[in-house]
């Protein structure tokens, strides 16, 4: 559906949020580079599109009413996504020109990746990232290569031959469509073995969540997961499926948690088992972080330890401590 007309346009609203930061009409126009004429008939254009009187103006200055500060609130929700999907986009687009090429898992892209470049780039303004995707193991090629100089991966082991830094933690969880038989288990969670037995909606083979349940589920069971009822490489195409009732599936839970809060699917712990797993940052232990990879690193707000895959030899430690992001 298109943007309801009121809000299609956020940049009076990035006015109004700079007046209530700054405490000043005048020096909010300074900040946005107009002059305060241009920024007061902002401001009136913005009160008679919303039907609302969002500044008081007197002799001594402007300041918001309680309408305004209401709507600037609810504002910054928008105007800070808006510089999250700014920053994504412009990671894919500046491909050609990029001086940090960046491959990163699909649940690392499309949850928490966006969120760092947005505070990358408030820190890094000069540096141009580029970013592809796919798996894990696609990944870890991309970075051996030199295709990628950083990657974000989460399998259940470092790949091989790579220096590997935990920089933030994800819990696999069992996602049924509402009224499917496993909801009765409930917070108790779906037997492991019954789990293990069962034709799940599944992520390609190479994927990092299929392969940290794998072998999560062999390491409890003795055996691995009977073969998926289907295989899908697009988390989005795994949710609708199990929305529509074509089977359970497992899931980051940074994936599912809309679809959860939404009543689409019903979340589900696995009895017995630890499904917390490591999403890491690799490189080759050859090419150490530079300057821009140090601080995409720290703005990922990593954990303070790296080492070496298992056919790889450890590495110094090349990239910390990290720049502040």
């Known amino acids: 559906m298109p943007l309801p007309r009121r809000v299609s346009d956020l940049a009076p609203f990035e006015l109004l949020l700079s007046v209530a930061r700054l405490g000043s009409l005048g020096a909010a126009a300074r900040e ?4 305060q004429p241009a920024a007061s008939s ?7 599109r919303l039907g609302l009187g969002l500044l008081e103006r007197s002799p001594r200055g402007s300041r918001l009413t309680p309408e305004g500060a209401l709507v600037a609130d609810w504002a910054r929700t928008a105007t800070d996504a808006a510089a999250v999907l ?9 491909a050609e020109r990029a001086r940090l ?9 499309e949850y928490l990746l966006p969120h760092w470049l947005a505070r990358f780039r408030a820190v890094a303004r000069d540096t141009a990232v580029s970013l592809t995707t ?3 193991d696609d990944v870890a090629r991309a970075v051996r290569s030199g295709t990628a100089r950083l990657g974000f991966v989460e399998g259940p082991e470092d790949p091989a031959g790579l220096v590997s830094l935990t920089v933030a933690r994800d819990t696999l969880t069992v996602i049924v469509p509402p009224g499917h038989p496993w909801v009765r288990y409930g917070a108790d969670g779906v037997p492991a073995r019954e789990l ?13 969540t299929r392969q940290h349940l794998d072998r999560a589920l062999h390491r409890h069971t003795g055996a691995g997961p009977v073969p998926p009822l289907l295989e899908l490489s697009s988390t989005t195409a795994i949710k609708t499926a199990v929305g529509e009732g074509v089977g359970p599936a497992v899931l980051s839970s940074l994936a599912t948690a809309r679809e959860a809060a939404a009543g689409a699917v019903v979340p589900l712990p696995v009895r017995g088992l630890d499904l917390t797993r490591r999403l890491r940052a690799v490189h080759r232990p050859d090419r150490p972080p530079g300057d821009a990879a140090r601080t995409l690193l720290a703005c990922a707000r990593p954990v303070p330890r790296q080492r070496a895959g298992p056919e790889g030899q450890p590495a110094p430690a090349s990239s910390m401590p990290q720049p502040e992001c």
């Open 32 to 35: 946005h580079g107009i002059s």
């Open 42 to 48: 902002r401001i009136r254009q913005l009160e008679r």
């Open 86 to 94: 700014e920053a994504g986009i412009g990671s894919l687009a500046r």
């Open 101 to 109: 090429p960046v491959a990163a898992s699909l649940t690392v892209a």
């Open 134 to 136: 796919g798996n894990s």
């Open 196 to 208: 293990a037995a069962t034709a799940l909606i599944a992520r390609e083979s190479g994927s990092g």
